[in-house]
Antibody
């Protein structure tokens, strides 16, 4: 069955970096995108951005530009999300989701049809 | 981009129907038929229950239905069951290949 399995929880100090992995199975990894979403404790969902596994193209939400990098390794069917210069307000559960893609004109849209189990990232001194 | 607006909470009794609204702008909900709804039980990952305004993925109960009028999308749950108690989030394409979520609605079955 289609499954996304994420890496375990991480505790980081302010200013450090974190890299979360998301291993896909049960489908053709290159035929879908991967979207990253985070959820701060007790808060709602925040869309972070996506990567096209097929060509490596990425798109990030403006507020995270310059601090986040999304990559995908097709040899291991694993996607990664790295965030740098961590702050306390980056404390959240980070989810990866499989992206069912639509292209229309210059637009690219990914629906999020299968989700990973989430990775808790705590930023604390 | 600003989050879509959802009511903080809704409630209903078993067997009743409830509707959750999701209000955006002409730059997101009103301009694209790319509204999705997600269900999230406590401590669990979200699951997709409606895509493209009204499409139900395979395996999702037909008690869930979606619609849109102007800048507002809606999720209706009919025949409420205890297992429907969860948080519900809408999302919409917002241009520039980005997506925006609603703030979420806590749905309680009385």
């Amino acid at each position: 069955q289609v499954q996304l399995v994420q890496s375990g929880a991480a505790v980081k100090k302010p200013g450090a970096s974190v890299k979360v992995s998301c291993k896909a199975s049960g489908y053709n990894f290159m035929s879908y995108g991967i979207i990253w979403v985070r959820q701060a404790p007790g808060q709602g969902l925040e869309w972070m951005g996506w990567i096209s596994v097929y060509n490596g193209k990425t798109n990030y939400v403006d507020k995270l530009q310059g601090r986040v990098t999304m990559t995908a390794d097709t040899s291991s069917n694993t996607a990664y999300m790295e965030m740098r210069s961590l702050r306390s307000d980056d404390t959240a559960v980070y989810y990866c989701a499989r992206g069912n893609g639509y292209t229309f004109g210059s637009h690219i849209y990914y629906d999020m049809d299968v989700w990973g189990q989430g990775t808790m990232v705590t930023v604390s001194s | 981009q600003s989050a879509l607006t959802q009511p903080a909470s809704v409630s209903g009794s078993p067997g009743e129907s409830i509707t959750i609204s999701c209000t955006g702008t002409s730059s997101d909900v009103g301009n694209y038929n790319l509204v999705s709804w997600y269900q999230q039980h406590p401590g669990k990952a979200p699951t997709l229950i409606i895509s493209e305004v009204y499409r139900r993925p395979s395996g999702v109960s037909n008690r869930f239905s979606g619609s849109k009028s102007g800048n507002t999308a809606s999720l209706t749950i009919s025949g409420l069951q205890a297992e429907d108690e969860a948080d519900y989030y809408c999302s919409s394409y917002a241009g520039s290949s980005t997506v925006v979520f609603g703030g979420g609605t806590k749905m309680t079955v009385l």
